[in-house]
């Protein structure tokens, strides 16, 4: 493309696309390989963010692509509500065997990661018969009305969008960096997790309660990880009050933290579980996996869509369970995760500005702070340091609830040398922002 089509195209985005739909980047891709993307204008990038938690098994990974033309000459789409196809019935086999839980399970496919938790809570109170829905301070569960409501962060997922959906009622999560209640683990006997039952004193009762939704690590929220203790005493309280408890494993799945399914870490099985993001490998599926008698309470017809599991979805996606097997993906990432983690916290040892270097896996975060004492979040600097990575080749997210934390979702393919490449592009910004 020549210099001015290029400039015109930015042009063209703005006249054309909504302002709504932001961009992190001013450029537009060309092409994409594993751990890298090119702009149109030819310039490398190494890929930190894997267009959000999606391209676990690396972009174009030629398994993927060869499943996903093989089934596009066969047929792209009937309805598999319509005309059934194998490639759903084998997806869902293959989820019921790979999320946690020794028990027999089933499972819907639907479009988007939004759509999985919808569907988690139509089921949850189908099957229990209440309406309340608990979710958690710092979560994030997309973008449609009811799971913007269930979405914590106002500006800018919610403002200005109400009316929300009812029955969405909030509790303080695991965030032990800036604990709710002002203690520290372990002594403070995981106050947040038993806070649960003060709620149904307080708030709704439990016999009104449908689900507890929660991220095993929380996203979008900033990478936190609760003590590993910290679910079973949410699936203690879940299982004394018949209520259904529903891990949101939209960004956590598919070996980003080591394991397929982050609970695993947890030793917990929830009742129900979302996949979307990584397991379509670029393409748009969503998963709602969970416990056969209650995924099976809703009514003939009463869950799905036209596009829910599309075949070529569904191609793809057992492709990258395949080639998760195959390479021993979370093994990888277990790796990925251990090199970063080192070389963070050696730059936590140099640069104050790093408040905390937290994750699990290669889902890894580094907390900015612009004084360690007060937890003060760097903000700012978090902003400047995604632009000192933008302008030195790095793809690089911040997230969290003062947007002060920078965050890895490189895919899991990334070679060691990518790794320290991207890594060493930080710790330079990191240098730079903190002798500013
Ligand atoms: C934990 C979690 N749940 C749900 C969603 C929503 O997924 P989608 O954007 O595919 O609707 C996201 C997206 O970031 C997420 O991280």
Redesign the pocket.
């Known amino acids: 493309m020549k210099q001015q089509d290029m400039q015109n195209l930015a042009e063209r985005r703005a006249q054309a696309v909504a302002l709504g739909a932001s961009n992190a980047n001013p450029y537009f891709a060309q092409k994409a390989q594993g751990a890298e993307v090119w702009s149109l204008e030819g310039k490398r990038y190494l890929d930190f963010a894997g267009g ?2 999606v391209m676990n098994v690396g972009h174009a990974n030629p398994k993927v692509v060869a499943a996903i033309q093989e089934q596009a000459a066969r047929f792209t789409h009937t309805c598999f509500h319509i005309v059934m196809y194998e490639g759903y019935v084998r997806l869902a086999e293959r989820l019921n065997q790979l999320t946690p839980g020794d028990f027999p399970k089933k499972t819907i496919l639907v ?7 919808e569907n988690a809570v139509k089921v949850a109170r189908y099957y229990t018969k209440r309406p309340a829905v608990i979710v958690f301070d710092d ?6 009305l009811l ?1 913007m409501t269930m979405t914590s962060k106002v500006k800018p997922y919610k403002f200005g969008f109400g009316p929300y959906a009812p029955e969405i009622y909030r509790i303080p999560y695991a965030y032990c960096y800036r604990c709710a209640y002002g203690l520290s683990y372990p002594s403070c006997g995981l106050a947040c997790a038993h806070a649960l039952e003060d709620f149904f004193i307080k708030q709704v009762a439990a016999e009104n309660t449908a689900c507890v939704v929660a ?1 095993p690590v ?3 929220g900033g990478f936190i990880v609760p003590p590993l203790d910290y679910f079973k005493v949410i699936r203690q309280i879940c299982d004394k009050h018949g209520i259904v408890m529903v891990a ?5 799945g598919i070996c980003r933290t080591g394991k397929m399914f982050a609970m695993e870490h947890f030793g917990v099985a929830a009742d129900l579980t ?1 996949v ?2 990584s397991l379509g490998g670029g393409m ?1 599926l ?1 998963a709602l996996v969970g416990k056969a008698e209650i995924m099976d309470a809703p009514h003939v017809g009463g869950l799905g869509g036209t596009y829910g599991g599309n075949p070529v979805s569904c191609a793809a996606a057992l492709a990258v369970l395949d080639f998760v097997e195959e390479s021993n993906l979370c093994e990888r990432a277990a790796r990925v995760g251990q090199m970063a983690r080192e070389r963070f916290e050696q730059m936590a040892g140099k640069y104050p500005l790093i408040g905390e270097v937290r994750g699990l896996g290669a889902m890894l975060a580094l907390e900015l702070v612009s004084d360690a004492k007060t937890k003060e979040p760097a903000g700012e600097e978090a902003k400047k340091l995604v632009a000192y990575c933008q302008d030195n080749g790095l793809i690089a997210l911040s997230c969290g609830r003062y947007g002060n934390i920078i965050r890895t979702l490189m895919p899991l393919v990334i070679t060691d040398d990518q790794l320290d490449e991207g890594l060493a592009i930080i710790e330079k910004g990191l240098a730079q922002i903190s002798r500013a």
């Open positions: 959000i938690g479009n988007t990661g939004a759509e999985t938790v979560g994030f569960h997309g973008r449609t799971t991220e929380q996203g979008e949101d494993e939209v960004q956590t979302t979307a993001k748009p969503g």
